[in-house]
């Protein structure tokens, strides 16, 4: 009796039967944790599924493929197949196995996993070979369309059209992969042709149209805005074949584009550092804009094709500034100078400017029309066609340099003029014209003068003429005494001389 069963002594030993059982059901539980989780998380997928599904506009009567067959189509035979691949162009054939596999970056359906693949190609009435998905007999989900006009697609397909985001393979060898919008390139999407030309951006009906990137393989490139394939809008353009070897400097235009040209406001600027910040038409510069060359010179004003045209101002570094109508690129009419003065020593502030006004056709000063003495500027200076000139450094003074002699020349042919006509001070227009007249007036009363006397010339002659006749009378009358006192005289001479002879002897 005083022994226990061997049951009553277990229980008898451990001294916390309960804590035991508790430390046993709680592992059981952490056991159970992770599935209970796993279970709970496939059914909140399950549920996001069905619930997508339910909203999805692809509804589909049936999965099963025996549902989903073509309908009224015959698989085509592997003859057919490479009679049909054979037509293909080579470079399509090439870029199908060159070109990466596709991978669709959008988010796909749950029922796209759904539809049934089918790897054997179907001819659609269309002459079209279609492989890939089907759905309720149709094209429908992911698959490859071989056109008959030898292109190829490959991508998201909505009753046998290319909706979504695909691949497309022209027969020329380029392609485009991006988005697809009713059979048309619609959208965002990447274009690239066989010689190295890349177009990234927006598209509309297979042409650019908004924000997009033009790359060419001289490494030019386009950034802006388009419109129905064309250069519409605000941009950047960047010539790659137009680089500076010093400072590697690219050419570059950033504005306005109108129809693939520079239209309204725009800046050009060119790698030997010359810029031009105005108004464009039609690619030209054309209305206000300024002109700065890489030796700082600065012209302010009109342009007409690419021509400066109306008022404009050309300034120097130094402040020499030539202000006047311009036509063709070349000055005309009316021309101020202004030639600015510098701070001399021992004052604080610089003098007033100095001012010159001469008068320029075609280009070339032709005089000064004031008594100023001539200055540093000389003509010939619009003659610099600033859209095309090229190593401006060297033109310049070469043009500087003839302009020089061209200038002295003229200025001792205009000296010579003046000391010729006792003009000791160049007059101003107003008093050219008061002298011309003066001198016409001059003139006429000399005129008038030279006529009187020619008349009393005239008088004269007659006179005169009257007075030979007597004289004549005169003559004969006393012609015996005139020979009579000749005789006189000859007869004192030989006197006078037969008595010196006789002295000498």
């Known amino acids: 009796m005083g022994q226990t069963c061997a049951c009553q002594q277990k229980i008898d030993e451990d001294p916390y039967p309960e804590d035991s059982q508790h430390q046993t059901n709680q592992q059981k539980q952490t056991d159970l944790q992770p599935n209970a989780d796993k279970i709970e998380v496939e059914e909140q997928e399950q549920e996001k599924e069905q619930q997508t599904i339910d909203i999805d506009p692809i509804q589909l009567k049936s999965y099963e493929i025996e549902d989903n067959c073509p309908q009224g189509l015959q698989p085509l035979s592997f003859q057919a197949q490479q009679e049909f691949i054979d037509q293909f162009p080579a470079i399509v054939k090439k870029q199908l196995s060159k070109l990466q596999k596709l991978e669709i970056k959008a988010s796909i359906s749950p029922n796209y996993k759904r539809i049934p693949h089918i790897d054997t190609p179907y001819q659609l009435l269309n002459g079209d070979v279609y492989v890939g998905q089907w759905a309720e007999g149709k094209p429908f989900g992911l698959g490859k369309i071989y056109y008959i006009d030898h292109q190829v697609y490959e991508g998201q397909v909505i009753d046998g059209i290319p909706e979504g985001e695909g691949r497309k393979i022209f027969k020329d060898g380029s392609y485009y992969s991006g988005q697809f919008k009713m059979g048309e390139i619609t959208g965002k999407g990447k274009f690239t042709r066989l010689d190295g030309f890349k177009y990234e951006g927006d598209l509309l009906c297979g042409l650019p149209d908004g924000n997009g990137i033009e790359t060419w393989p001289d490494e030019t490139t386009y950034q802006g805005m388009y419109k129905l394939g064309k250069k519409n809008g605000k941009g950047t353009f960047t010539w790659g074949n137009r680089k500076n070897k010093k400072t590697g400097k690219l050419e570059t235009y950033t504005g306005q584009f109108k129809n693939d040209q520079f239209y309204g406001s725009g800046r050009y600027e060119w790698s030997d550092g010359r810029i031009y910040d105005g108004e464009w038409v039609d690619g030209k510069m054309e209305g206000q804009g300024e002109f700065i060359w890489p030796d700082k010179r600065k012209y302010t004003g009109h342009y007409l094709k690419d021509f400066k045209s109306g008022y404009g101002e050309l300034e120097w570094p130094d402040g020499k500034k030539l202000a006047g109508q311009w036509r063709m690129g070349k000055l005309n009419g009316i021309v101020t100078l202004t030639i600015k003065s510098k701070i001399k ?161």
């Open 345 to 505: 020593e021992g004052q604080t502030e610089p003098e007033s400017d100095k001012t010159f006004i001469s008068e320029w056709e075609d280009g070339r000063r032709i005089r000064w029309l004031d008594n100023l003495k001539h200055s540093g500027i000389h003509s010939n200076i619009s003659q610099l066609r600033n859209f095309d000139e090229h190593q401006v450094q060297q033109n310049t003074s070469q043009i500087l340099h003839s302009q020089i002699r061209q200038d002295e020349l003229l200025s001792n042919k205009q000296d010579s003029i003046l000391n010729n006509s006792k003009i000791q001070q160049q007059q101003t227009i107003f008093q050219q014209n008061a002298y011309i007249k003066q001198q016409q007036q001059q003139q006429y009363q000399n005129q008038i003068i030279e006529n009187q006397n020619n008349q009393s010339i005239k008088q004269n002659q007659q006179e005169i003429a009257s007075n030979n006749i007597e004289d004549n009378q005169f003559e004969q009358f006393n012609e015996p005494k005139k020979q009579h006192q000749n005789q006189d005289i000859f007869g004192k001479e030989s006197d006078q001389q037969g008595q010196k002879d006789k002295t000498d002897i």
